[in-house]
């Protein structure tokens, strides 16, 4: 039997982490994996868990002052059936694992399992998404691309837990989303590419664009988004051998049991040109 503990508030669940090394453990689809050990054999999870993924506190959708707040316990099938989540973001969530999977997984599992390939994490980067970090001393909130600071590694403290995850409560002029994989449903990712624009008066008002599973972690560059902004629609397509030149040095895949580093290179490239193709169409 694995020991832990199953507290019936947050703010139980605070008071032991404050007190015991142990685990946070939602609906485990990732964690299982990792911590398996062959056939008939328990997970070896190193120290106690503390189960959190019953608790309410961590299963509401809301919106407050114009920003979208989710509970990190809510599960991908309620992302997907909620009618606050925008539609650009349930793109992903739709082709994350099997609809099983789904009624287990969870946003903040997803996020602190902090893989470059996690298939939330190019939308949560390019809208500069906030998590809010509880411990029984207080809180405190963090951008998304500061809490993960490499493969499987986060800036969470021991006596912290994720709570809420902040995004901000609109839809973007122009969406795309892609995922690369060896078939279109229940497939590890290859490569992610997440690309939003506004266009006013046909100029590009603001633009977002990332790449997953192509770097340590999710490939974002402000200084090149910023440098688009203010350019005419149009004119993009004169530039677009420019942009795929800037951001080729910033995608760095590795080859391994998914795919080739020269393919994910090559179709995350593309997909940008594809993007960028698409707002130059924008009027």
Request: proline residues 5%; contains cysteine; glycine residues 6%.
């Amino acid at each position: 039997m694995v020991d832990g503990f199953r507290p019936a508030t947050l703010q139980e669940a605070l008071d032991i982490r404050s007190k015991h090394d142990c685990l946070p453990i939602a609906g485990s689809t990732d964690l299982m994996v990792q911590k398996a050990r062959g056939f008939a054999l328990k997970p070896d999870f190193g120290k106690p868990l503390l189960f959190i993924g019953h608790l309410p506190e961590l299963h509401k959708i809301s919106i407050e002052k114009d920003q979208i707040h989710i509970g990190a316990g809510v599960l991908l099938t309620d992302l997907l059936n909620s009618d606050i989540i925008p539609a650009i973001f349930k793109e992903a969530v739709c082709l994350m694992a099997s609809p099983p999977s789904r009624n287990l997984a969870s946003i903040g599992g997803n996020i602190c399992n902090a893989s470059p390939a996690g298939d939330t994490l190019p939308y949560l980067y390019a809208v500069d998404a906030q998590l809010v970090l509880k411990s029984a001393r207080g809180e405190r909130t963090v951008s998304v691309d500061r809490f993960i600071t490499g493969p499987k590694q986060t800036d969470l403290a021991k006596n912290e837990l994720l709570t809420d995850i902040i995004i901000p409560n609109k839809q973007f002029d122009v969406n795309y989303y892609r995922k690369v994989g060896q078939r279109k449903g229940m497939s590890l990712t290859k490569a992610a590419f997440q690309g939003m624009a506004d266009i006013d008066n046909g100029m590009v008002a603001d633009i977002r664009i990332t790449f997953g599973s192509v770097a340590p972690t999710i490939v974002r560059s402000r200084d090149i988004e910023k440098s688009l902004i203010g350019i005419f629609a149009a004119d993009i397509e004169d530039k677009v051998s420019e942009i795929l030149e800037r951001y080729t040095p910033l995608v760095r895949p590795i080859d391994d049991a998914r795919s080739s580093a020269v393919y994910r290179k090559k179709v995350s490239l593309r997909l940008l040109e594809d993007f960028l193709r698409k707002i130059s169409k924008e009027k």
